[in-house]
């Protein structure tokens, strides 16, 4: 016994630590850093080990991977690749820092397009000498932004389940448990003592499964190796257990649900913001003035090949000018004009807005590009078109991505360089509106309508109009069509939210009062922030009711997940990186679109960058939680089976011959436990989410039930063998009980075997039914094997009288004894009569009730479990929510919709 003892613990334990060092090696792959950096130091550049640069050294940048944070001080041409630290999917273009702002204490987030962060890759960097290209190391090893990221990563707290504070329960039930037994064993044992206490100290062992722990740890490696078979990465394998009960699912628009690029439509001057997109050739038709403006204001730059770099709205306006052409990071030519970039700041999400100060002859002329509310309130109020704010509505409300922009001539006397933003964004004069198209992903509906199926609220928080949001949204199908929506469209200076109608822009009710019926929400990242921080419990209330956040900064969409985060809903963030990157982390889930796939952005990165991966993810997290919890059961159900069968073997001062033990202690156990997990997921997402709770009604049902089924056959088989006229008790003549080798060969040890030991495999069968969270039974293809092997194997054991059913003792004679496990001979039966062949009769009945305790096992998990308890308790559900609705529970309609803090998972069935 101490061989199959050492050989279980140590398989378990290898197997733990096999899953944990896949997941390990995952983030090893992303920490791990070597190489050399050339450094300035004592005026000479010299080539050192990356791990002696100090903050302060001036660095050459060259192609490759980044080691540090850095400032850049010179640069040509440099395009760097961030998507492995925020899942920007496009290059993107550094400059060096802006001298105005030399009075300035450096800041990596206002200097963002100046700064080369630690994990990103240098594409392009600008030829000619080698002090071409020089950057100044602010931070280095951990205090980088990859080291930040890898050290939240390290320091990750996996959500607590019901199941990690119930499960010191259940260690106390089984403590109890496995104190009462012993104390049994030790009461029937009369022997010598010492063989008492190792018979008590076997039963303690096996109350407390080895394999216990193990089967959390295999379920979600499983699920991780098939998520990475579908090109999705995961850097924290225990996110996945918290997928599984996702209630909220958040996305980002541009590029998440709809494509990352962008169609030009058209141009328009303030005076034909109403005009066709085409001129009468059917070619696009763009006013000179607007040409200049799309050519000039912009941050692209491109690359060695002659590629344009940089947004794709810059991309698709400049391409929409065919007379224009990128010269350089200093010029451009429109037409046969060469216009000269003067200073050029990029867009501000804060502001959201970009400018620049371009030369044209002799005149310098400023252009400001942004949102048409942005832009709306840098111009002189007489030169924006009174129309203005219905067509921005009417562009919005059809999927029309629209920036507007805004000239000036600059007259400062001071040198351009030292041209603050502030400076040149005011007092402009509109110029007119561009407009594009944001295609949606085919994709889309699809897995929206998949979520709305599998009970996973969806939402939007996007730097969009609100509008544009809500278009997206309803053709999506996180808005139904036929559903009225209301906006919380802005906050007026006597600090009152304004409500108006979607379809009309009239105004609405406050919501807060009432939300009238067929009737959603959507509002802007302003009211959000101005409800969050004047009243949280209306701002989640509404919340709850809200598909669509518009116009919000990228920490205004950590702020939206955070608060369902705090208030107990496990959430998802799904978008490209960039301004989602920190959504991305303050959601339980994370899924990023990119790829890069040695990824810190994201617990999870969809390397196709496709949104069913959320539905993969899920699906996943769903068969997880659902196998670990099979496997829990089983590995609690194999405890308790051994520990009743050693405790009738002590009654009858009887035990298992060796290869009995091997079976029912090593071999049955390890296939079963380890091969339940293999599952693979259901193809759709269940109405209802997994339970978390290994105390809940579905899981104590679903044990106790198999438990109690079990032992009745145990009881019946015992009882019909003692009605065998034929039958003796204690067929052995031995007067040492402590003699392992005698106490095998009877009656009472052949039928316990042959019928508890088939409950370790019935057992394991009913709880590979999956319900809805994993595939059906018979596509665990390992787990059918091992289970059909089995199977044949103890029906043979039962019904032969042969070597075969000698190898564990049963239905076996002298003539076809066969050795123990530890010795090298045959071994004679230690009986008197030399066989413990039973009549053919009796083991057919033998094998009657095995296949009828299989049938009622599977019966009682598949019929009862998982079909009828969930029935009883969605009956339950709705007589709550029935008398919820009465007002049994709320008293007025007001705080029927503040929505308190809810535990973080709750039961579900």
């Keep these: 016994m101490a061989i199959v003892q050492t050989v279980v613990r140590v398989t378990g334990g290898m197997v733990v630590a096999i899953f944990q060092y896949m997941g390990d090696m995952n983030l090893y792959q992303l920490m791990v850093v070597d190489g050399m950096a050339e450094v300035i130091r004592d005026g000479e550049l010299m080539s050192v080990d990356q791990t002696d640069v100090v903050p302060g050294d001036i660095v050459r940048v060259t192609p490759g991977l980044s080691y540090f944070d850095m400032a850049i001080l010179k640069s040509e041409r440099l395009l760097v690749d961030e998507s492995a630290l925020t899942g920007e999917v496009h290059p993107v273009a550094k400059i060096p820092l802006d001298p105005a702002n030399s009075g300035q204490v450096y800041n ?9 962060s630690a994990g990103t890759t240098v594409l392009e ?22 080291g930040e990221l890898l050290s939240d990563v390290l320091s990750y707290e996996r959500h607590q389940f019901k199941f990690d504070t119930e499960v010191k329960l259940v260690l106390f039930i089984l403590l109890v448990e496995m104190a009462i037994l012993v104390s049994v064993v030790l009461h029937f044992i009369e022997d010598h003592w010492v063989y008492a206490w190792f018979y008590a100290v076997f039963v303690a062992g096996t109350c407390l499964p080895p394999l216990l722990p193990t089967v959390f740890v295999v379920s979600v490696g499983i699920s991780c190796k098939r998520l990475q078979a579908q090109r999705i990465t995961c850097t924290d394998s225990t996110g996945i257990l918290v997928a599984g009960k996702v209630k909220k699912a958040f996305f980002d628009k541009t590029g998440t649900l709809t494509e990352q690029g962008l169609s030009f439509v058209s141009a328009r001057t303030s005076n034909d913001l109403g005009k066709s997109a085409t001129n009468t050739s059917g070619e696009v038709d763009i006013d000179p003035i607007l040409q200049l403006g799309l050519s000039v204001c912009h941050t692209l730059t491109s690359n060695a090949s002659g590629d344009l770099i940089g947004p794709a709205v810059d991309r698709m306006g400049f391409s929409a000018v065919r007379s224009a052409r990128l010269v350089n990071e200093h010029s451009v030519m429109l037409g046969d004009d060469t216009i000269k970039y003067l200073k050029r700041f990029e867009f501000d999400h804060h502001s959201m807005t970009q400018s620049v100060i371009v030369q044209r002859g002799e005149e310098k002329i400023v252009f400001v590009k942004g949102s048409p509310e942005a832009i709306s309130k840098l111009c002189v109020p007489s030169s924006i078109p009174s129309d203005f704010a219905d067509h921005a509505r009417y562009c919005a409300r059809n999927g029309i ?46 897995v929206i309508s998949e979520l709305r199926e599998g009970n996973v609220e969806s939402a939007i928080v996007t730097g969009d109009n609100v509008l544009t949001g809500i278009y997206i949204a309803k053709k999506s199908g996180i808005i139904a069509p036929n559903k009225n929506v209301i906006i919380g469209i802005s906050v007026s200076d006597d600090e009152v939210i304004q409500w108006v109608h979607a379809s009309d822009d009239s105004d609405a009710g406050d919501p807060l009062v009432s ?39 990228p920490n205004d969409k950590v702020s939206v997940v955070s608060t369902f985060v705090q208030y107990g809903d496990i959430t998802l963030m799904c978008g490209d990186g960039g301004n989602d990157c920190g959504a991305l982390k303050a959601a339980h889930v994370g899924i990023a679109l990119s790829d890069a796939e040695a990824s810190v952005v994201a617990p999870f990165t969809s390397l196709d960058k496709n949104i069913t991966s959320v539905t993969e993810v899920l699906k996943e997290g769903r068969c997880a939680l659902a196998s670990a919890f099979a496997s829990y059961k089983y590995m609690l159900m194999y405890g308790q089976v051994e520990s009743i069968n050693q405790v009738v073997n002590a009654y009858f001062s009887i035990t298992f011959s060796e290869w009995c033990w091997v079976f029912m202690d090593g071999i049955w156990p390890i296939t079963m436990a380890f091969s339940l997990p293999l599952s693979k997921a259901a193809k759709t997402l269940s109405p209802k989410r997994p339970t978390a709770s290994i105390l809940g ?21 015992l009882a019909l063998l003692w009605k065998q006229d034929w ?97 090298t001979e045959p071994e004679a039966l230690y009986n008197d009569f030399n066989t413990t062949v039973m009549p053919t009769s009796f083991r057919g009945t033998l094998l009657g009730l095995m296949i009828a305790n299989l049938i009622l096992n599977c019966a009682w998990e598949y019929l009862v479990v998982n079909r009828m308890l969930p029935k009883v308790n969605d009956e339950i559900a709705g007589i709550k929510s029935s008398q919820h609705a009465s007002g049994e529970y709320v008293d007025t309609a007001t705080n029927a919709y503040l929505i308190k803090p809810i535990p973080a998972d709750s039961e579900v069935a």
Aim: with cysteine.
């Design 697 to 717: 009604p579905h899981t104590l049902s679903s044990a106790c039930g198999v438990l109690s089924i079990n032992f009745l056959f145990l009881v019946i088989a």
């Design 125 to 146: 960097c600008g030829g000619g000498d080698e002090y071409n290209v020089l950057a100044i190391v602010t931070q280095t090893g951990s205090f980088t932004s990859k």
């Design 108 to 116: 990596t987030k206002m200097c963002k397009s100046s700064t080369i």
């Design 515 to 553: 939300i009238p019926e067929n009737t959603v929400l959507a509002m802007t990242g302003e009211v959000w922030n101005h409800l969050l921080r004047y009243d949280p419990k209306s701002a989640i209330a509404l919340g709850n009711h809200t598909f669509v956040y518009g116009r919000c900064t």
């Design 727 to 823: 039958f003796q008790c204690r067929m052995w003549g031995s007067n040492d009980v402590s003699n392992v080798t005698v106490l095998g060969d009877n009656y009472e040890t052949s039928v316990i075997f042959l019928v508890t030991g088939y409950q370790y495999i019935s057992s394991a069968a009913a709880f590979n039914f999956g319900y809805t969270y994993r595939a059906g039974w018979f596509k665990n293809y390992v787990f059918v094997f091992f289970f059909s092997v089995w199977t044949a194997f103890q029906f043979t054991a039962t019904m032969s009288a042969n070597k075969f059913s000698c190898i564990w003792r049963a239905n076996c004679d002298n003539d076809n004894a066969v050795r123990f496990v530890t010795s």
């Design 401 to 446: 991505y629209q920036l507007a922009i805004a000239r000036s001539t600059y007259t400062g006397s001071e040198e351009t360089h030292e041209v603050q933003r502030s400076d040149i964004e005011n007092d402009l004069t509109f110029t007119g509106c561009i407009n594009f198209q944001n295609t949606m992903k085919h994709e889309t509906p699809s």
